[in-house]
């Protein structure tokens, strides 16, 4: 039953996402609600659902500050999601993912961080692009991510629709790291 009602989920998120690339092509934008949320709450929620099929990993939340804005909590939960995913996905496979979400008087950063192959610098550039795969995955392997590329380009609607600001950084010796900046009432 739980692994029904993961696949079922997964599925949704791709139907939702392919949506999302759609709407971005029509040029309507990614229409927001915004509400007062606590972002260390959503990614607390987040990081149980989304480690709760991975046994081996031991995801860790640091919260410091205020945490709390306007955003809308379903595009951040999506955020959230695709993020962590990717993170469990492309991590190393007993490796921890560690959240840190650090608030100021203005805005509240988001970083997820795990272990794992790192990222070419090429491919850096192209990350947020729609229909772009991890160029080290290869689709006739079993196991193989049936991703469809839109994850990180619904990240980076969702940061933008917040007027606010995404990076990555990736090596061997530090890890993968997504840094969200997202100002509390833009």
Do not use: Y
């Not at 659902?49 to 951040?76: F, K, M, Y």
């Not at 469990?88 to 007993?94: C, P, S, V």
Request: with cysteine; proline share 5%.
């Amino acid at each position: 039953v739980a692994a029904i009602k993961n696949g079922a989920r997964h599925m949704g998120a791709m139907v939702s996402d392919l949506l999302e690339f759609v709407r971005s092509r029509l040029g309507t934008g990614l229409p927001i609600e915004r509400r007062l949320m606590n972002l260390g709450n959503a990614c607390q929620s987040a990081l149980e659902e989304a480690s709760a099929g991975h046994p081996n990993c031991t995801p860790i939340l640091q919260v410091e500050g205020e945490v709390e804005g306007l955003w809308d909590p379903s595009r951040i939960s999506q955020l959230l999601q695709n993020l962590i995913g990717n993170a469990l996905q492309h991590g190393a496979r007993k490796g921890e993912i560690t959240l840190s979400v650090t608030g100021s008087a203005s805005d509240v950063t988001l970083r997820v961080h795990n272990r794992g192959i790192p990222i070419d610098d090429e491919a850096i550039g192209t990350l947020f692009d729609p229909l772009v795969r991890s160029p080290s995955e290869d689709p006739t392997q079993p196991g193989t991510s049936t991703s469809l590329g839109l994850g990180l380009f619904i990240v980076k609607e969702v940061v933008d629709a917040h007027h606010g600001q995404i990076d990555v950084t990736s090596t061997q010796a530090e890890g993968t790291t997504f840094t969200v900046v997202l100002p509390k009432n833009a």
